[in-house]
């Protein structure tokens, strides 16, 4: 099959998820293509061209490193590749990453790839699906409150100060639309810095208030999810306990110096899952990211989740055999029924 990935810049991406996945996919002897998310060209009444990089056959390389580093670099020249040739278009672009300076990249993935889908590229997630949970947080709070910890979305601070007290005088203040940790605040009895902690944040968007939970100082457990189930392979699941950097941080990112270790799935895991999956095959996401503390789904991530480049280092598969090979059933699905299923639907096909 021909894909292509897109991200945010391939000059200044990061050896994540996205790049173990494209090498994957390279290993498995596919077409390769990889694009920023500024490199899509509209014709009018033609195809969409895009301005990638095609990724040689005969690349060699050990590491995701390697890999990454030739693809990257300059030798490497950019093409324009016609969508219409092209089986998958699968978007990892993080728009919750994206700079003022770069604000106009924040839509520019999804709504591309809601134009590819309608001109009968498989896209993955789907765009209409993503682009209805943009907001990932506010889709969050879609699903049963059985399953999340008491939340508020405000601007207001005096609704927040009620919640406070609500919540034992112990939330967790985070934007309403950001990622990786950055900006989040625990408000505790002390109420230190609250006034400014809440101009900061309201000067950004909305707030999510969230009560705080006692169990994430042992960290919080990542679950990914392909076509509504638990990522499996070679008997493993794709379950990653995020462990604080010190017990002063109650932040639980690995981009924040947090340290991945493997994890069990427990009972109250598994009903988590159970609940939220339905919404998610529904709606037609392929490549989710639950984060979860004890019994509780702390934050769901529709739009670019990550964690596979960590397993291997913690003794866990990585994971992007079993990716790539649901990918492959998708376009086969697609060929064997000669288009008869929507983008929504193969999306979340298992």
Request: with cysteine; charged share 30%; aromatic share 8%.
């Amino acid at each position: 099959m021909k894909i292509c990935f897109v991200i945010s810049d391939v000059a200044t991406e990061p050896v994540g998820t996205s790049v173990v996945l494209m090498r994957k996919a390279h290993q498995r002897g596919h077409e390769v293509y990889v694009m920023n998310v500024g490199g899509f060209n509209f014709y009018q009444g033609a195809p969409i061209k895009l301005t990638c990089k095609k990724i040689p056959e005969d690349l060699k390389y050990k590491t995701p490193q390697e890999f990454w580093e030739q693809v990257q670099d300059e030798q490497l020249a950019w093409t324009k590749a016609d969508s219409s040739k092209i089986d998958v278009v699968f978007l990892r672009n993080n728009p919750t990453e994206e700079t003022d300076d770069r604000h106009w990249a924040e839509h520019s993935g999804i709504a591309f790839g809601r134009m590819l889908q309608e001109q009968g590229v498989l896209v993955l997630n789907d765009a209409n699906a993503m682009s209805n949970a943009f907001i990932d947080k506010l889709y969050f709070e879609e699903l049963p409150p059985s399953i999340k910890p008491k939340s508020l979305i405000t601007r207001d601070k005096d609704e927040l100060l009620k919640f406070w007290k609500k919540c034992d005088k112990k939330m967790v203040l985070k934007p309403l639309e950001g990622s990786g940790g950055q900006n989040v605040y625990l408000i505790d009895e002390e109420k230190k810095n609250f006034n400014q902690i809440v101009t900061s944040l309201t000067e950004l968007g909305y707030v999510i208030a969230q009560e705080f939970l006692p169990e994430v100082s042992k960290g919080d457990v990542r679950i990914i999810l392909v076509n509504g189930r638990i990522l499996e392979e070679k008997g493993e699941l794709a379950v990653i306990r995020r462990v604080n950097k010190d017990k002063a941080e109650f932040r639980s990112n690995l981009s924040l110096g947090a340290t991945a270790k493997p994890a069990k799935l427990t009972k109250a895991m598994e009903r988590i899952v159970e609940i939220t999956a339905p919404k998610l095959i529904k709606d037609g996401f392929f490549f989710v990211g639950l984060d979860v503390v004890d019994d509780k789904l702390i934050e769901i991530n529709v739009l670019s989740p990550g964690g596979l480049d960590y397993c291997e280092a913690i003794g866990l598969p990585e994971f992007t055999d079993p990716v790539i090979e649901a990918i492959e059933r998708k376009v086969a699905y697609k060929e064997h029924y000669n288009h008869g299923f929507s983008n929504r639907e193969l999306a979340s096909m298992h």
